[in-house]
């Protein structure tokens, strides 16, 4: 099917009905999924007509063939015991946990923008569920791996973490699998942090060739609360990734870093929005990325201050590294502002490896691609630093193996 599509066809029919046939869930999802069915119908599936897709083209991408995952593949937990963390899979938590996802769920659906988002909501069936109670400091990071198998399958996890007012908290958020396939991961995180409450928040995409993975994230951040938030991509044929930071309460703080590798004819388009709704609240996203070979990175960055939210402090950069000719960066950061009275700024910079920095080390001793690689893997190591120690050990590996072949 073509993307430029309206209207849902025949093979979406039968899949959105085999889907909800043979999945068990209570009566109020039931009813969810009938009203995303309802407004998926009324959106066409991205085109580069809208400007948040228009440089990375969808329009041949076949939707119909993936079947979505209706049991199967679950997250795997990797989590040191805390006392009154609850931790649960998705699937779970829609049974025993109505009253905190219906209306956080219909919210969300009802405000949708495009039709991947509303075919995430369409299938969602697993993905993990954390709350942690006012007042815990939980001492251990709760890591997750979420992965999934299977030749033209859809799977659609969801993410909901909540912390709880002073409460402090470090997640881990892995998107994986083992083998190279035609898999699509369309994946969707809600993530609040309450009043006075702290959270650092990793997630770590590093799908095998084949696959395709969109996300869509929002980060509600609350009075005097804070978030530090690191996206890391490295995997996956396409990633589309979209990640809203809703600064909501007076000295609310966003920390946004990502980092992202593009090799061979990988496309990467990733976007970050920092949200000011309130006043006296503070944001800084710095967002590094490189390319090789073919392939292509967009980020897309905005800062927006509302009506309402005097004295913002807001900073957004981009910095690209472009390791050969052949690769391509773009970068588009903004500031969409509506009131007085605040400090924002935004940069980018795009460049190759510096032919200086290459002959101060080749001076030393250093092989020319030897020399090649440390800028490369220097040039990620402030963020690196900031990371879990296994986490940024497993990234600078796997940053290793895609500079082996220069």
Not at 186 to 200: F, Q
Request: aromatic share 8%; hydrophobic share 40%.
């Amino acid at each position: 099917m073509s993307a430029k599509e309206h209207t849902v066809n025949d093979a979406q029919r039968a899949l959105f009905s085999s889907f909800t046939q043979n999945v068990a869930e209570p009566e109020w999802m039931q009813r969810f999924r009938l009203d995303a069915w309802d407004r998926f119908q009324e959106v066409s599936w991205p085109s580069l007509r809208d400007e948040e897709f228009r440089r990375t083209d969808l329009t041949r991408f076949e939707y119909d063939v993936f079947e979505p995952i209706v049991t199967g593949y679950s997250p795997v937990f990797a989590i040191a015991p805390q006392n009154g963390v609850t931790v649960k899979t998705f699937r779970d938590a829609i049974v025993e946990n109505e009253n905190e996802l219906q209306p956080l769920l219909s919210a969300s659906l009802a405000v949708a923008d495009n039709r991947i988002a509303l075919w995430h909501y369409l299938y969602v069936n697993d993905g993990i569920f954390i709350d942690i109670p006012d007042g815990l400091v939980a001492t251990n990071p709760i890591s997750v791996e979420l992965s999934a198998a299977g030749e033209h399958r859809l799977a659609t996890p969801h993410i909901f973490v909540r912390v709880g007012k002073e409460s402090r908290a470090s997640v881990v958020v892995k998107i994986a699998n083992s083998h190279a396939e035609k898999l699509v991961l369309n994946s969707y995180a809600h993530i609040m942090v309450e009043d006075a409450a702290k959270l650092k928040y990793v997630t770590c995409q590093s799908l095998k060739e084949g696959a395709a993975y969109f996300s869509h994230a929002e980060a509600r951040v609350a009075r005097d609360a804070a978030i530090e938030h690191m996206d890391v991509n490295l995997g996956a044929d396409l990633t589309k990734s979209r990640l809203i930071c809703d600064l909501n309460g007076p000295g609310s703080e966003g920390v946004l870093n990502g980092v992202f590798f593009a090799s061979q004819k990988q496309h990467m388009d990733i976007r970050c929005v920092q949200e000011h709704n309130s006043r006296a609240a503070s944001s800084n996203a710095v967002y590094k990325g490189a390319v090789k070979d073919n392939s292509r990175s967009i980020f897309q960055g905005l800062i927006r201050v509302d009506k309402g939210a005097n004295q913002t402090d807001a900073y957004l950069t981009n910095k690209n590294l472009i390791i050969n000719d052949g690769a391509r960066a773009d970068s588009i950061p903004g500031l969409q502002i509506d009131t007085n009275d605040v400090k924002c700024s935004h940069g980018s910079t795009t460049g190759k490896i510096s032919e200086d920095e290459l002959f101060y080390l080749m001076s030393r001793g250093i092989s020319r691609a030897q020399a090649r690689h440390m800028l490369v893997m220097g040039f990620f190591e402030e963020h690196l630093q900031k990371l879990p120690e296994e986490v940024a050990v497993e990234i600078r590996e796997s940053l290793q193996e895609r500079l082996a072949g220069e």
